[in-house]
């Protein structure tokens, strides 16, 4: 069960109602700028996390501010189509409203997921234009979201460096004979998103299963396509390719 810290309380909550009735995530920007785009970038995360777990969701941006520039710069980051929140009605009769917040927004009441601010250093392209959009949803993805994360030059070359490598690996793997994900691997994947949606965590789930010698390589590539529900990384993207 997907547990989130609300803001309000700093007491962690359950993301979905108990008998999985329709969860409602709205994202609350301001414009767009790093800080708004990585609130999107949450509020995707959450409807995927919740989705993987069997829970229906409505999702909504909320905004008066450049809503068009902000979401063709979701939609390079690979975030899903959310509906236009100025214009829904009272609700469906969710059972749960999640609103996601820039540290410091005002929002309505109900669970607050903060999000805190992504610093940019001088030199780092403004996104999505200036890098490859994969890269630097990697890049935000490597904090947890209520850390401040920094998108720079550094930062964005060790990105682009795992990702190019784990892209190259799973087409790799791919050739090989299929195995399941290891119960102890997805488990592993499982409890770091559904802490908090954890996603350093999982990461870190990833890296240890690329170096562990005992995996067969067929569950090295379905571990990988599996955890990229929730990543939304492309990591098949290159599927195909020569071994």
Known sequence: MLRITDART????DAAPARRGL???????????????RVLLVADLLVRALELGGTPVWALLRGQRQQAELRAAGAAL????????????PGLGEAQVLHVVAEGGEIPDGVRVRVAPVRQEAEAPD???????AVLRLTLLGRPRNETVAVGP??????????????????????RPSRPVPDRVRADLRTAWEDDLDTARVLSVL????????????????????????LGLHLTRDLGSPA
């Not at 700093?10 to 909550?13: D, S, W, Y």
């Not at 969860?23 to 785009?37: F, I, K, Q, S």
């Not at 996104?127 to 959009?133: E, K, L, N, R």
């Open 10 to 13: 700093g007491q962690p909550v």
């Open 23 to 37: 969860t409602r995530v709205e994202a609350h920007t301001g414009g767009l700028d790093p800080t708004n785009l």
């Open 78 to 89: 690979g975030v899903r189509p959310f509906e236009d929140g100025r214009d829904s009605g």
């Open 127 to 133: 996104p999505p234009g200036g890098t490859d959009p």
């Open 154 to 175: 550094t930062a964005l070359d060790e990105a682009a460096d795992t990702l190019g490598r784990w892209r190259r690996a799973v087409a790799a793997w791919a050739h």
């Open 207 to 230: 890296h240890a299963v690329e170096k562990d010698p005992d995996l067969a390589d067929g569950a090295r590539f379905e571990t990988y396509a599996y955890a990229d529900r929730l």
